[in-house]
């Protein structure tokens, strides 16, 4: 028999198709309290943040993505079954953007990542470029702070099975050599499953009482 403890410590599974857009932010400081645990998608522009999220949710279309780097330049917020909010976060690094506008992206990134309640950052990492000095700081900004982050490399489908793991040790030492990053697809499906469990787990059971 199951006692009212552990009945308590049962999370209820992420329903992920049923993820709404919840709403953009232009100014972290207008940051909307919403009670809900929170996680943000991070990393360098067209590195395929909403593509991913787009798989992640199991909703193609949702998240606006674009061939053009500098898609996303607000904070997007987003309700996934009324138990998470994601934060598909501006991307930073597009060389062809102006300084000023490159500056104000970057600030706009620290403000909110300094001011949220996160429980998880995803990192996203092109697998065949990542990472980038840019994402290597990003990083070491994320250690500093003490925020949870974890590795993801991003467009697996575009490298051969060989050279993929090659890649992933690569990164994986070029990030100090501790964690390795779970190789996705967002056009093949490949790696959505791991990662919502590595979600699911971070956000809700790694904290939780131990009965
Ligand atoms: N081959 C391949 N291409 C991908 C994948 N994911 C995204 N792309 C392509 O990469 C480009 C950028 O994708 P986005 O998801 O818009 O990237 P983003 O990081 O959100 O870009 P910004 O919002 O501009 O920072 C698009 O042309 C996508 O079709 C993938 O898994 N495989
Ligand atoms: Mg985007």
């Known amino acids: ?29 207008e940051f909307p309290e919403i009670d809900l645990p929170q996680i ?10 909403s593509s991913l999220m787009n798989a992640l949710f199991g909703r ?20 996934v079954d009324d138990q998470l909010l994601v934060v598909d976060l501006p991307g930073y690094g597009y060389a062809r953007a102006p300084k000023k506008e490159q500056k104000r992206w970057i600030n706009m990134i ?3 990542l300094v001011n949220a309640d996160l429980k998880l ?32 490399a991003t467009k697996a489908d575009k490298l051969s099975g060989n050279k993929r793991g090659q890649r992933l040790k690569e ?23 791991k990662l919502r469990a590595v979600i699911q787990h ?4 790694r904290n939780q009482p131990i009965s």
């Not at 028999?1 to 400081?29: E, G, R, Y």
């Not at 003490?146 to 993801?152: A, K, L, N, Q």
């Not at 501790?178 to 190789?183: A, N, T």
């Not at 971070?202 to 059971?205: A, G, L, N, S």
């Open 1 to 29: 028999m199951q006692t009212s403890d552990t009945t308590d410590n049962v999370l209820k599974a992420i329903h992920w198709p049923n993820t709404n857009f919840a709403q953009s932010v232009a100014d972290p400081k």
């Open 171 to 193: 990164m994986t030492e070029a990030m100090g050599g501790l964690l390795s990053p779970i190789p996705t697809s967002s056009f093949k499906g490949m790696g959505i499953d």
């Open 121 to 152: 950052v995803l990192m996203l990492l092109d697998i065949r470029h990542g990472p980038k000095d840019s994402d290597l700081q990003l990083i070491e900004w994320l250690n500093e702070g003490g925020i949870r982050w974890v590795p993801v």
């Open 40 to 49: 943000a998608v991070a990393g360098h522009s067209n590195v395929g943040k």
């Open 110 to 112: 620290e403000s909110y």
């Open 60 to 79: 193609n279309g949702l998240v606006k993505t674009s061939k053009n780097p500098g898609c996303t330049r607000l904070l997007n917020l987003f309700d």
């Open 202 to 205: 971070e956000t809700f059971e």
